[in-house]
């Protein structure tokens, strides 16, 4: 079992930045990838980055490459996004998610789920 929980979002102008936290428990949980999805209102929720187990290998949407930076640190069981230079259309409810050996890029290969912050980018 794994639980997750973010933090880190909030109200920001348009250029700023935010880095979004999501601290996970469970013994196993160094072992699993993770993403972090996002889900504008309206729209269906939708990848924005994902990291291997160990770090090694990270993907990001089109929409955020080379804005965003997602990192973790698995000796604190944290994950991290740094979310830089952001844009009105990032605004929504994000959330990270722990994925056991399978592929990163679908959402329906994560086991675990965070229950989102809110991130408002205001222009």
């Known amino acids: 079992q794994v639980q997750l929980v973010e933090s880190g979002g909030g109200l920001v102008q348009a250029g700023g930045s935010l880095r979004l936290s999501c601290a996970a428990s469970?013994?196993?949980?160094?072992?699993?990838?993770m993403g972090w999805f996002r889900q504008a209102p309206g729209k269906e929720r939708e990848i924005v980055s994902a990291?291997?187990?160990?770090?090694?290998?990270?993907y990001y949407a089109d929409s955020v490459r080379g804005r965003f930076t997602i990192s973790r640190d698995n000796a604190k069981t944290t994950v991290y996004l740094q979310m830089n230079s952001l844009k009105p259309e990032d605004t929504a409810v994000y959330y990270c998610?722990?994925?056991?050996?399978?592929?990163?890029?679908?959402?329906?290969?994560?086991?675990?789920w965070g229950q989102g912050t809110q991130v408002t980018v205001s222009s």
């Open positions: 990291i291997t187990w160990n770090g090694a290998n990270t």
């Open positions: 998610a722990a994925n056991l050996g399978r592929g990163l890029l679908s959402q329906l290969n994560y086991d675990y």
């Open positions: 469970g013994r196993t949980w160094s072992t699993y990838g």
